[in-house]
Every structure is written in C-alpha cells, then in structure tokens.
C-alpha cells in the first residue's frame, strides 16, 4: 500500500513562514511529478505548485516568489517553503504524486489526506 503523508500544516500570522512536508512510503519503484495542491472552504482544489523528478517546477501565479517546491528523491518526500502567508492561502493542502510501484509498469496518481494551514491577518 503507498501512502503519501503530509505534515508540518498549523496557524500561523500574515506575514509569517511554514513549510510542509510530504514523504511517500510503501513499495516504490519510482516517483514522477509530486506535487501540493490546496482547498479552500467552499472552493475547488487548485495546484499550488508540483515538480518533476529532474526538478523542473511550475507554481500558481498568486504563489510565485512566495512559495518554494523542493523535492529529495532519496527519501521520496516533497516539500513547500511558504513565505510572506496571507489569509488567502488558508486551505488544506493536499500532497500529488505519480508513483510507480514495483512490477506495475506505469505510474498512478495518489493523494495525502491533506494538512490545514491557517493564515490568521
């Protein structure tokens, strides 16, 4: 069973910084694109940035030059740098990745049960 699972979610002042982590367990043979994604309430959920297993990345316009996506591929685990918060980004954010488990010869796609971030102004 694979497993994605996210952590380091919690309140936090406009302004200020979190970073989230995700790291992928159970019988992998490799991890395409990872990435975060994030639900307000009454929204639909939206990308917030993802990375590809080279490192090429791809950001939300309204998270670019705040948020960092970085990625170790030895501890498959994905993270989110998130700086400058604002109210605005409170959301559950969920973890993305494409993950190739052994003797299956094409990647699917799972999702961590997702963490919350409040942004308090």
């Known amino acids: 069973q694979v497993q994605p699972l996210e952590s380091g979610g919690g309140l936090v002042q406009a302004g200020g910084s979190l970073r989230l982590s995700c790291a992928a367990s159970?019988?992998?043979?490799?991890?395409?694109?990872m990435g975060w994604y994030r639900q307000a309430p009454g929204k639909q959920r939206e990308l917030v940035a993802d990375?590809?297993?080279?490192?090429?990345?791809n950001y939300a316009d309204s998270v670019k030059r705040r948020f960092t996506i970085s990625r170790d591929n030895a501890k498959n685990t994905v993270y989110l740098q998130m700086n400058s918060l604002k109210p605005e980004d409170t959301a559950v954010y969920y973890c993305?990745?494409?993950?190739?488990?052994?003797?299956?010869?094409?990647?699917?796609?799972?999702w961590g049960k997702g963490t919350l971030v409040t942004v308090s102004s």
């Open positions: 993305n990745a494409h993950i190739m488990v052994f003797f299956v010869n094409y990647d699917m796609e799972y």
């Open positions: 159970g019988s992998i043979f490799s991890i395409n694109t």
């Open positions: 990375i590809t297993s080279g490192g090429s990345t």
